[in-house]
């Protein structure tokens, strides 16, 4: 909200002298329409997607994402992808077969400050570890 509010700020500052826009008023309008375009998009593939809480239950996730709940077990989890140097930090689950929530999972788990940029999740690490052992039984 605070992207798009600032741009429509910007937008009316920059009417407000002459009340119609005007050749000269042009770039005024173009660009904070394409950078709300762009933000759209960009908000739209990296946080809007985003689960509201995941909770970790052992053999299987609770994931809650507004007043809908669902639970995803272990062994229905195909693959668990977490980025680097991305704010927010994002987990991804690719599940075998879709849940409430579709096919994929994406939430930003808690993190500790660290100074490295490069460390890696222990969130993510320890998820995809008991992920393959849970698929390892699985497939026993």
């Not at 507004?66 to 704010?87: H, Q, R, Y």
């Not at 788990?109 to 699985?138: G, M, Y």
């Amino acid at each position: 909200m605070l992207w798009f509010g600032f741009l429509a700020f910007f937008v009316s500052m920059g009417l407000s002298g002459s009340g119609r826009p005007t050749s000269r008023s042009f770039p005024l309008l173009v660009v904070p329409i394409l950078m709300a375009i762009f933000g759209f998009f960009l908000m739209k593939k990296l946080v809007w997607d985003l689960m509201d809480e995941v909770y970790d239950c052992g053999d299987y996730l609770l994931v809650r994402n507004g007043a809908e709940e669902d639970t995803v077990p272990l062994t229905n989890i195909m693959n668990v992808s977490a980025t680097m140097l991305i704010n927010p930090p994002r987990i991804t689950l690719k599940l075998v077969n879709p849940g409430k929530f579709g096919k994929e999972i994406a939430f930003s788990p808690i993190r500790r400050f660290t100074l490295n940029p490069f460390a890696k999740d222990k969130v993510s690490e320890d998820l995809i570890s008991r992920v393959d052992q849970a698929r390892s039984r699985r497939a026993v």
